[in-house]
């Protein structure tokens, strides 16, 4: 049987957004979150991200996609997609898979819309198109400039002014999916041929990143389009100040320091600790409260660190535990080299902007006063969902 492959291409260099692929929206790199929208599309069998890049790959790896190192040749800034692509299809006929149906992700559109991609692979799948693409529909005026920079009106008569009901749409492209049949791309090498179609997504969610300004944008929308899933993760990281308290300090006579921390929070950190889900506390400065709570808590902690960063990493290695299935939980902007590496970048709401702007989740607890116990408390949810059976109907029962 023919497989239907996502392909996904992702090159390390980008002008307009630096390391493009990479940048985070809602939490989640980007070539990240078309693997996900791909791996959410039940009709596809095989997500391939084809790069130069090793740490876009290394990302890739580590969210379930197969790797296509992309040769030299067809990685600048000139090469199309459909370079990429086809040398995607050489790479996958070597190694015996045999390809019926492509669908080609773009990471650079962060809010790739599953049902309609669904929807376009059971179009090209069932021969009814050959091709298919996301679009926008639009009842806008376009307007073009001439060679002398005159207004020239494209798609409307410029001296007739209907009504929106009595115009019909067009459609715009979105750039977020195409989904072909695999040889007639081949034949063609093109990813428009035969007969076309439109899958037609929610304008909301037609952004496509070629700017800092457009991936500040994704960012601030992000937690109004994405749907909340359960934190599956196998250990949880977090800052102490601010997070395990409220970030305030209490300054005796003679100098000396206190916090006040959560009962509540110290009942989450024990249920993680007997559901075997390792908890570290990091934290920049060297504290005696830091480490009396760590071990009132039975907990790793590691203090001192400039590099916080580095830290998690070498935390994380020694426990073999992959930076995509951590959970990490911050507050301020020394946090957001941490909240940059892992699978799940928290914070709690009172964090610093940029820490809420680089969170996959905002918890409703504050710190100090409940924020781990909301976190531990996702966290077990998460492990359980993942752990239940499926859900049998009543047609399988028979």
């Given at each position: 049987?023919?497989?239907?492959?996502?392909?996904?291409?992702?090159?390390?260099?980008?002008?307009?957004?630096?390391?493009?692929?990479?940048?985070?929206?809602?939490?989640?790199?980007?070539?990240?979150?078309?693997?996900?929208?791909?791996?959410?599309?039940?009709?596809?069998?095989?997500?391939?991200?084809?790069?130069?890049?090793?740490?876009?790959?290394?990302?890739?790896?580590?969210?379930?996609?197969?790797?296509?190192?992309?040769?030299?040749?067809?990685?600048?800034?000139?090469?199309?997609?459909?370079?990429?692509?086809?040398?995607?299809?050489?790479?996958?006929?070597?190694?015996?898979?045999?390809?019926?149906?492509?669908?080609?992700?773009?990471?650079?559109?962060?809010?790739?819309?599953?049902?309609?991609?669904?929807?376009?692979?059971?179009?090209?799948?069932?021969?009814?198109?050959?091709?298919?693409?996301?679009?926008?529909?639009?009842?806008?005026?376009?307007?073009?400039?001439?060679?002398?920079?005159?207004?020239?009106?494209?798609?409307?008569?410029?001296?007739?002014?209907?009504?929106?009901?009595?115009?019909?749409?067009?459609?715009?492209?979105?750039?977020?999916?195409?989904?072909?049949?695999?040889?007639?791309?081949?034949?063609?090498?093109?990813?428009?041929?035969?007969?076309?179609?439109?899958?037609?997504?929610?304008?909301?969610?037609?952004?496509?990143?070629?700017?800092?300004?457009?991936?500040?944008?994704?960012?601030?929308?992000?937690?109004?389009?994405?749907?909340?899933?359960?934190?599956?993760?196998?250990?949880?990281?977090?800052?102490?100040?601010?997070?395990?308290?409220?970030?305030?300090?209490?300054?005796?006579?003679?100098?000396?320091?206190?916090?006040?921390?959560?009962?509540?929070?110290?009942?989450?950190?024990?249920?993680?600790?007997?559901?075997?889900?390792?908890?570290?506390?990091?934290?920049?400065?060297?504290?005696?409260?830091?480490?009396?709570?760590?071990?009132?808590?039975?907990?790793?902690?590691?203090?001192?660190?400039?590099?916080?960063?580095?830290?998690?990493?070498?935390?994380?290695?020694?426990?073999?535990?992959?930076?995509?299935?951590?959970?990490?939980?911050?507050?301020?902007?020394?946090d957001l080299g941490c909240l940059e590496l892992v699978g799940w970048p928290v914070a709690v709401p009172e964090a610093h902007p940029l820490v809420l702007a680089a969170a996959r989740v905002v918890l409703d607890r504050p710190g100090g006063a409940g924020a781990v116990r909301d976190l531990a408390e996702r966290v077990l949810a998460g492990r359980a969902a993942a752990s239940a059976p499926p859900l049998v109907t009543p047609q399988e029962k028979a």
């Amino acid at each position: 049987m023919s497989e239907v492959v996502a392909i996904i291409p992702a090159r390390g260099g980008s002008k307009g957004v630096t390391r493009k692929n990479l940048r985070r929206v809602g939490g989640i790199p980007l070539v990240a979150r078309a693997i996900d929208a791909a791996r959410q599309c039940p009709s596809v069998d095989r997500i391939v991200v084809t790069t130069d890049d090793a740490d876009i790959a290394a990302v890739a790896e580590e969210w379930g996609a197969e790797i296509v190192v992309r040769p030299e040749e067809i990685s600048g800034d000139t090469a199309s997609s459909e370079s990429a692509l086809l040398h995607a299809l050489d790479t996958l006929e070597e190694r015996k898979v045999d390809v019926g149906v492509i669908a080609f992700l773009q990471a650079t559109s962060p809010f790739i819309d599953v049902p309609a991609l669904e929807d376009a692979v059971q179009l090209v799948r069932s021969r009814r198109r050959d091709s298919v693409f996301s679009a926008v529909e639009t009842y806008g005026f376009l307007w073009a400039r001439s060679a002398a920079c005159a207004a020239e009106a494209v798609n409307h008569d410029a001296a007739v002014r209907p009504r929106r009901q009595d115009r019909d749409p067009h459609y715009l492209e979105t750039g977020a999916f195409y989904v072909v049949r695999a040889a007639g791309f081949r034949a063609t090498q093109h990813r428009f041929f035969g007969s076309i179609g439109i899958a037609e997504v929610p304008g909301r969610t037609a952004i496509e990143i070629d700017t800092e300004g457009e991936l500040q944008l994704a960012r601030a929308i992000a937690p109004l389009i994405d749907v909340a899933a359960p934190i599956a993760v196998d250990a949880v990281v977090t800052d102490f100040d601010g997070v395990h308290t409220d970030d305030s300090v209490h300054v005796s006579q003679d100098g000396t320091e206190t916090v006040t921390v959560s009962r509540a929070d110290g009942m989450g950190v024990a249920l993680l600790r007997a559901a075997g889900i390792p908890v570290l506390i990091l934290s920049t400065e060297v504290n005696p409260v830091v480490t009396a709570r760590a071990g009132k808590l039975r907990v790793d902690v590691v203090q001192g660190q400039s590099d916080k960063a580095e830290a998690l990493r070498a935390w994380a290695a020694g426990r073999s535990i992959p930076l995509s299935r951590i959970a990490y939980l911050g507050n301020d902007v020394n946090d957001l080299g941490c909240l940059e590496l892992v699978g799940w970048p928290v914070a709690v709401p009172e964090a610093h902007p940029l820490v809420l702007a680089a969170a996959r989740v905002v918890l409703d607890r504050p710190g100090g006063a409940g924020a781990v116990r909301d976190l531990a408390e996702r966290v077990l949810a998460g492990r359980a969902a993942a752990s239940a059976p499926p859900l049998v109907t009543p047609q399988e029962k028979a």
